[in-house]
């Protein structure tokens, strides 16, 4: 179970319909490369040597961001020429507006709504899988993963730290109350049985484009048992992650000996202070990401390589 839900649900994902994704269900498929940037195959020596890090790490703390889930056919934010940032002017929602706006809630989950029967069908790629593997033999110590896309939990790993939360889940912002996203999905059809909009791209949250036209009329519900707002169980941009789970990566960190980071740029604090963290204790930091990251200075290694391509070229030992 991931230790995320794990700090709020005694049952872990598993309670909320996500056992059904685990590693003995995972079919292991082509990548899509569709949100993928360009970049050149695995170097031989770099590949020797991303081996000799892992071989050498007894206690490896690894940190995961949006472009290792790139290869699943889920775009992210950052990447030159297909995140959404260079694809469009569209940028994604603030806490504060989310939490102060019936028409912002309104906007938001009817693109959810419409999003999310192909993003909850995304499946963990080579990447997920290699460091479900290295889990599995004992290299890993400890996943944090800055996506909320429960593609780890797909996999079938089990030492996560969800640092952003996970749309898997919805929370109400008034008693609490955690529900399973699908659940929610039923009562979004309920409560909406005619109406209908076509899409116009994806993000990489699991919502799609709609004009404000098209969500003019969709229906919100709230919490069954509060009358509260309903949100998902993520942080949103202009929030922060809870102390509660700083301090635990923080812990899980004290107690390695190393750190990888796999397809993240770093640009946002809330992974970025752990990397600095592990600098900071003169740890070994290696980075496997396509283009430039906040934390290249000081990586004993910097690897310009698709996550897919590369982590299931390393044997743990």
Not at 42 to 50: I, S
Not at 206 to 224: K, M
Not at 299 to 317: D, F, Q, T, Y
Request: proline fraction near 6%; aromatic fraction near 8%.
């Amino acid at each position: 179970m991931s230790i995320y839900c794990a700090l709020k649900v005694p049952e872990g994902c598993r309670a909320l319909g996500l056992q059904h994704y685990r590693s003995h269900s995972v079919a292991k498929a082509a990548p899509n490369l569709a949100f993928v940037p360009a970049s050149p195959p695995p170097d031989a020596v770099e590949v020797e040597a991303l081996q000799r890090f892992v071989s050498h790490s007894q206690r490896l703390l690894v940190m995961t961001g949006a472009g290792i889930s790139t290869e699943s056919g889920i775009p992210d934010y950052r990447s030159e020429g297909v995140g959404l940032y260079a694809r469009t002017d569209r940028r994604p929602i603030q806490h504060a507006e989310f939490v102060r706006s019936a028409s912002a809630r309104q906007r938001y989950w009817a693109r959810n709504f419409v999003g999310w029967p192909q993003f909850s069908s995304h499946q963990p790629n080579a990447a997920h899988l290699a460091l479900r593997n290295w889990e599995k033999l004992g290299k890993l110590h400890w996943l944090v993963t800055q996506n909320v896309d429960a593609l780890h939990i797909k996999a079938g790993s089990q030492r996560v730290m969800e640092l952003h939360g996970c749309t898997h889940r919805v929370l109400c912002l008034g008693c609490g109350e955690q529900t399973p996203r699908s659940e929610l999905q039923k009562h979004f059809e309920a409560l909406n049985p005619t109406w209908r909009a076509e899409a116009h791209g994806i993000a990489p949250d699991g919502d799609v484009f709609l004009t404000e036209e098209q969500v003019h009329n969709f229906r919100v519900p709230a919490c069954s048992k509060c009358g509260g707002i309903l949100k998902p169980d993520v942080t949103f941009f202009g929030d922060t992650v809870s102390r509660e789970k700083v301090d635990f990566v923080h812990k899980r960190l004290a107690e390695s000996d190393s750190m990888l980071v796999a397809g993240s740029s770093l640009q946002v604090y809330s992974g970025y202070r752990f990397a600095l963290a592990a600098h900071e204790k003169k740890l070994p930091i290696v980075i496997i990401n396509i283009g430039p990251t906040r934390s290249d200075h000081f990586a004993s290694m910097k690897l310009n390589s698709r996550c897919g391509e590369l982590l299931p070229l390393i044997v743990p030992r």
